[in-house]
């Protein structure tokens, strides 16, 4: 599959979420086949546009696969409902963006973490002065943004119940975001400012990441 020449981005295209409003109905080879061309000029060519743009100061981005795996899953529906792109920051934290039907979604922060990384956060976490700084810090955030969901029910083992910080012990990562809704403004350049607030307006989450966690140094099939 070729992709068009990225140019200047100047919008999410309407047609964009159109695209995948259609592709939820009828997930189907001959759907896909019959708007592949709307995919690579209306959904993956703005993407890849835009990514391009923010490269020198969130690094490169992976545009994801739109075909899903389906070896080992249930659902055999072949494509995926969305278009997602991820970078990775020099601290180890992640700037994730992903278009669907329903809008943008821009996220950043660690997600699942390696086992490396995951120690770390924990210990910060337990850590009075360490793990009271992150609950403070996800305490303004959380007024603007979406906060990942725990991803354990009880506390890991070797750790309280009742841990004062028992909440972000539960996770495996910790991430924030913010919806985009499909309005004028994410049709225009506006959306590109949008998105790059949205991550620079969460850098005390990744100082405190970047600090206390860091990336991996496991290989990639050691760290999960």
């Known amino acids: 599959m070729s992709t068009p020449a990225a140019d200047r981005f100047e919008g999410f295209p309407?047609?964009?979420?159109?695209f995948y409003r259609g592709l939820e109905a009828d997930n189907s080879k001959p759907f896909w086949t019959a708007n592949q061309q709307t995919y690579?000029?209306?959904?993956?060519?703005?993407?890849?546009?835009l990514t391009t743009e923010l490269a020198d100061e969130f690094g490169l981005f992976q545009l994801f696969r739109p075909h899903r795996d389906v070896r080992f899953s249930k659902d055999k529906t072949p494509y995926k409902t969305s278009q997602g792109a991820v970078t990775e920051g020099e601290g180890g934290e992640l700037y994730y963006l992903n278009l669907s039907s329903t809008g943008v979604f821009a996220g950043s922060g660690m997600y699942r973490m390696a086992s490396d990384q995951l120690d770390r956060f924990r210990r910060a976490v337990d850590a009075e002065a360490t793990g009271t700084a992150l609950l403070e810090i996800v305490a303004g955030l959380e007024r603007r943004y979406t906060i990942g969901e725990p991803d354990l029910k009880v506390a890991p083992r070797g750790f309280p119940r009742d841990h004062p910080r028992i909440r972000f012990l539960r996770h495996k990562g910790i991430?924030?975001?913010r919806q985009l809704p499909i309005a004028p403004a994410i049709h225009t350049r506006r959306a590109a400012r949008t998105i790059t607030d949205t991550w620079r307006g969460a850098a005390p989450l990744h100082e405190w990441l970047a600090t206390h966690v860091g990336p991996s140094t496991l290989a990639p099939d050691e760290g999960r």
């Open 14 to 18: 309407a047609a964009a979420f159109a």
């Open 40 to 49: 690579l000029e209306e959904v993956r060519a703005p993407i890849a546009a």
């Open 175 to 177: 991430t924030v975001g």
